[in-house]
């Protein structure tokens, strides 16, 4: 019964988020599109359904059931502490933050990755639906190292669910291609990740990609020393150096590309 509701809560963030930031992004764009957002789109929300299918069918699932025997069996780090609920709930949601800013980190580090990873750098202009275009295997693997994380720190089920639900609003938020008004970013910064910051990472300068790689919070940046603020926004080229060109990104060129010639 929980799964359902779990899944069900999940896909009504989702949904609903990538509607919102679609009508703010409409309104008041970041700047105009290079490519056509409407053929963006069409890929890679068949991304996001060809991925749904596999990872929300039996991942969430199993990232519920999980938390839910983590909690039921008294298992992992955070079930020996004797502190409040709302604390778990904050160290479980920092502590996955900084395991997928690693793991992020990784993708970038490490060329077998970086093979899967790069289907989402690939994109040539940044919106909400870029943080959903991910190559099936990045996200069965993140999905795996998540429920490791699970276990290890015991973390409940209202924990996950409030991290998960961020991570989902946090990433949507971050790759829109909104104007925020300046005095927002200034205090969302403080803590969080804006759109300026993640379209840095999105460079197609490979300097400027390997920064930033925080999803919610942007002090793991800051803290190991990642983080990378001084560029021109109106110069940032999104993309991939090698992969100009729009009509060689269609879905079924992004589902092979990881197993395509290596690609800085
Ligand atoms: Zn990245």
Known sequence: ??????????????LGALLFFLILELLVPYRSNSVSKFKRWINNLSMTLFNSIIITLIFSAAIVNTALYAQSQQLGLLNILEIPTWLKVLVTV????LIIYIWHLLNHEMPFLWRFHRVHHSDLNMDVSTATRFHVVELVISAVIKISIIFF??????????????????????????????WFETL???????????????SVVIKERDTNYGTIFSFWDRILGTLLTRVSQDKIRIG???YAKPEKLNVHQLLVMPFTRQVK
């Open 240 to 242: 991939i150096g090698a």
């Open 153 to 182: 720190l015991g973390a409940g089920p209202l924990g996950v669910m409030i991290f998960e639900g961020t991570l989902v609003l946090c990433a949507q938020f971050s790759h829109s291609s909104l104007k925020v008004p300046r």
């Open 94 to 97: 920092a502590f996955m933050d």
């Open 188 to 202: 969302y910064w403080i803590l969080f990740v804006p759109p300026s910051m993640h379209r840095i990472h999105h």
């Open 1 to 14: 019964m929980f799964n359902i509701t779990e899944s069900n809560i999940r896909l009504l963030i989702f």
